[in-house]
């Protein structure tokens, strides 16, 4: 019998605002989550997790949603 590894190779993040400062990180379909002061800290933050999520040295591609919550008044 022939046995397929399947290895998912792009992983997807919803990034919101923290109520506290900074953002969160919380990936689709995978128990990732991380969170960071600024942008470019999370994306750091989000590759080591990532990293240490697979226990392999495949390269994965790292999608970013970016939620922005803004409320007007009508």
Known sequence: MLKIKIIKKEV???VEES???G???KGLGVSI???ADTI???KDAVIDAVHCHYDDDKRRIIRLHIV???VIAA
């Open 68 to 70: 922005k919550e803004e």
């Open 33 to 35: 989550y991380t969170q």
């Open 19 to 21: 109520l506290d400062g």
């Open 12 to 14: 997807i993040f919803i």
């Open 40 to 42: 470019a800290a999370l």
């Open 23 to 25: 953002y969160t990180a």
